[in-house]
């Protein structure tokens, strides 16, 4: 049976707990400066680790951050700033000249010790990135990068957000329309699933989740949108196994066909770091549990 789901409603997790962001766009890129806000006004501890330039394409790419002979994006530091760097007025904002897994890294061994002390890093969250990345988008995405080092080498939850709308936007300009969105509608996936039991996720999984298009025509409230349980990569007939039952069907939909779909219908894909590769059903099971009455079916 089909469920709408009206997204703002959903209940707060019951606490706030500590969360380490970063993305591919740049750590002055509007969207994640919004998530940050959106996050923190839910009640959770989030501290910023992301790369100092756009580094979109990257992939799982690593390597030692270096001074910038250049400046931040967005003139957000000076040329011959150091490897890593912050906000003067909020240190919880911090860069990385490097890859997003390695700032995913960086902020995952230095930063959470720093400002969690000993208490554990809850979850990873990277994006939202401008742009979406479904199927094999994947194995080159940077977004997709940190959020599967943070699952797979640092054995934590985590989910990657993307959005079909946008481009390179400075955090210090007024927010688009779509940016606000698409951080409210993250921190309502985040808050259904930190709502649940731990652990949040299974071991070595992550979700790729992308938005659909904000338009002035449509899409356009938070209220609009429905989230469908997916599959990352077309099933391969008689050779890959079923996936979860749900919506009467052992075959879930790709990501590609969810967001080609008409409405504002978001894609959420159960993946294995390590690989990549779609999750089998249990995993898919774990996930459709745990976000119970948030996900909805195709028409």
């Not at 061994?109 to 990135?129: H, I, K, T």
Request: hydrophobic residues 40%.
């Amino acid at each position: 049976m089909r469920r709408a789901v009206v997204t703002s409603l959903l209940p707060l997790c019951a606490y706030g707990v500590n969360i380490i962001s970063s993305n591919d766009d740049g750590w002055a890129e509007i969207n994640i400066r919004e998530l940050y806000d959106s996050l923190t006004s839910a009640g959770h501890s989030v501290v910023i680790s992301a790369p100092a330039e756009n580094q979109s394409g990257k992939g799982s790419l690593d390597a030692t951050p270096t001074a910038l002979r250049d400046p931040c994006e967005f003139n957000s530091c000076p040329a011959g700033s150091p490897p890593y760097g912050f906000n003067a007025s909020e240190p919880r904002f911090n860069y990385v000249n490097s890859f997003p897994l390695t700032s995913m890294k960086h902020g995952i061994d230095s930063l959470a010790p720093r400002f969690f002390g000993d208490s554990p890093v809850d979850l990873a969250v990277s994006g939202p990135n401008v742009g979406a990345n479904l199927g094999a988008a994947v194995f080159f995405s940077g977004t997709a990068g940190a959020a599967t080092y943070a699952a797979n080498e640092g054995e934590i939850p985590a989910i990657a957000f993307s959005g079909a709308s946008g481009s390179q936007t400075a955090w210090n300009v007024t927010p688009p329309a779509y940016s606000p969105i698409y951080a409210e509608l993250a921190t309502n996936l985040t808050n259904r699933l930190l709502a649940s039991d731990q652990p949040y996720l299974p071991k070595d999984v992550w979700l790729n989740v992308n938005f659909p298009e904000v338009s002035d025509s449509s899409c356009n409230n938070v209220q609009d949108f429905e989230f469908v349980l997916s599959r990352i990569f077309p099933a391969v007939p008689l050779v890959t196994p079923d996936d979860v039952e749900t919506c009467g069907s052992k075959r879930l939909p790709i990501d590609i066909q969810v967001m080609a779909t008409k409405g504002c219908y978001v894609s959420v894909s159960v993946g294995v770091a390590s690989t990549k590769l779609d999750a089998s059903a249990d995993a898919q099971n774990v996930v459709l549990e745990k976000l119970g009455g948030l996900l909805t079916c195709l028409p």
